[in-house]
């Protein structure tokens, strides 16, 4: 268990919480007005979520989520795994399936489970009606600096197919050597993450799939877009 001194808001119908005092500029309103008082990174914070909820072009969603990014520092690294550890729910990529959460004709809903106490994280795919199909990856990941632990190296496991969550119907090993990815932390805060993820190191930092769609098999960078929430199973049944 880690203690932190920290100042935290929430702000309400939005889901997103600030972590930490930091020195930001507040924006100027008038005391009408529905942002006042507020600080710039959570109105910024608003307006991603506004552009993914409202289904937006990529390249708009990118804008949003890099001027986010832009007040991300990197007195924040020492938190990443520590702040990461927990369940992600996935509000949106730019990635191709099953990544952005479909499988053929089937749309489910994506979640990350990371378990930063083994550096390991799980990837779940759940399509409703009562997840009836769900899709796991499992992988481990290590960072690739010992100071600066925003960027991770993954090592893929195995991928499950599981039926009416009775049996598994598809089940498929990978060499942890050979299948490999990136992921780079570039925001975090107590509810909401965005990662940068490609095949390569390489990949990721030229970012030549920045406002589109990532394709399939190309060395183009990912865009995930993340909120700290309960999954479905581990929701109170009987209720």
Not at 24 to 31: F, L
Not at 115 to 127: H, I, K, P, Q, T
Not at 160 to 175: E, S
């Given at each position: 268990?880690?203690?932190?001194?920290?100042?935290?808001?929430?702000?309400?119908?939005?889901?997103?919480?600030?972590?930490?005092?930091?020195?930001?500029?507040?924006?100027?309103?008038?005391?009408?007005?529905?942002i006042?008082?507020?600080?710039?990174?959570?109105?910024?914070k608003d307006a991603l979520r506004?552009?993914?909820a409202n289904a937006s072009a990529p390249d708009v969603i990118e804008r949003r989520a890099s001027a986010l990014e832009a007040y991300y520092t990197k007195n924040d690294d020492a938190y990443v795994e520590v702040e990461t550890n927990g369940t992600w729910r996935v509000l949106y990529t730019n990635a191709p399936p099953p990544s952005d959460?479909?499988?053929?004709?089937?749309?489910?809903?994506?979640?990350?489970?990371?378990?930063?106490?083994?550096?390991?994280?799980?990837?779940?795919?759940?399509?409703?009606?009562?997840s009836w199909l769900r899709v796991v990856l499992r992988a481990r990941y290590e960072p690739m600096d010992t100071v600066d632990a925003t960027m991770w190296k993954v090592r893929f496991e195995d991928v499950?197919?599981?039926?009416?969550?009775?049996?598994?119907?598809?089940?498929?090993?990978?060499?942890p050597n050979a299948t490999t990815r990136i992921w780079?932390?570039?925001y975090l805060d107590e509810n909401c993450r965005i990662v940068r993820a490609g095949r390569t190191e390489e990949a990721v930092r030229e970012a030549r799939a920045r406002g589109r769609k990532a394709k399939a098999g190309d060395e183009?960078?990912?865009?995930?877009?993340?909120?700290?929430?309960?999954?479905?199973?581990?929701?109170?049944?009987?209720i």
């Open positions: 268990m880690m203690m932190m001194l920290t100042s935290v808001s929430r702000i309400d119908g939005v889901g997103f919480t600030r972590t930490r005092t930091q020195k930001r500029s507040i924006v100027t309103a008038s005391s009408s007005s529905p006042a008082g507020r600080s710039e990174r959570e109105s910024t506004a552009c993914i959460g479909t499988l053929g004709p089937l749309r489910g809903e994506s979640f990350q489970v990371v378990d930063a106490s083994e550096r390991r994280y799980e990837n779940v795919l759940s399509v409703p009606p009562e499950t197919v599981r039926l009416f969550d009775r049996f598994d119907a598809v089940k498929k090993t990978f060499d780079q932390t570039t183009d960078d990912c865009l995930f877009v993340m909120v700290r929430e309960v999954p479905w199973w581990e929701l109170p049944t009987g």
